[in-house]
Nanobody, 117 residues
Framework: QVQLVESGGRLVQAGGSLRLSCAAS????????MGWFRQAPGKARESVAL???????TYVDSVKGRFAISRDNAKNTVHLQMNSLKPEDTAVYYC???????????WGQGTQVTVSS
């Protein structure tokens, strides 16, 4: 059974930093593309940062230069380092896994990030 468990979300002031972590189990982690997505109240879910099985990362424009995704295949974990946080980064952040291209079919339960102004 595949499980993705996020952690690290909390309330932080604008300009601050957070590091989200996602622990994966029940899958051959190194074979999967991993991603961080977020959903703010009343908005559609969006892709924030993706990292391929080969370690190539991509970001949504709004977080470029502020967020960094990384993976540790030895520990089956993926992280999202978030710096210079803004109130508009407030959302529930989800970790997801895809075996094939952008078919993210495994999802975590989410972790709340709230950025106060």
């Amino acid at each position: 059974q595949v499980q993705l468990v996020e952690s690290g979300g909390r309330l932080v002031q604008a300009g601050g930093s957070l590091r989200l972590s996602c622990a994966a189990s029940g899958l051959t982690f190194r074979d999967y593309h991993m991603g961080w997505f977020r959903q703010a109240p009343g908005k559609a879910r969006e892709s924030v940062a993706l990292i391929s099985r080969g370690g190539i990362s991509t970001y949504v424009d709004s977080v470029k230069g502020r967020f960094a995704i990384s993976r540790d295949n030895a520990k089956n974990t993926v992280h999202l380092q978030m710096n210079s946080l803004k109130p508009e980064d407030t959302a529930v952040y989800y970790c997801a896994a895809a075996l094939i291209d952008d078919k993210y079919n495994y999802w975590g339960q989410g972790t709340q990030v709230t950025v106060s102004s």
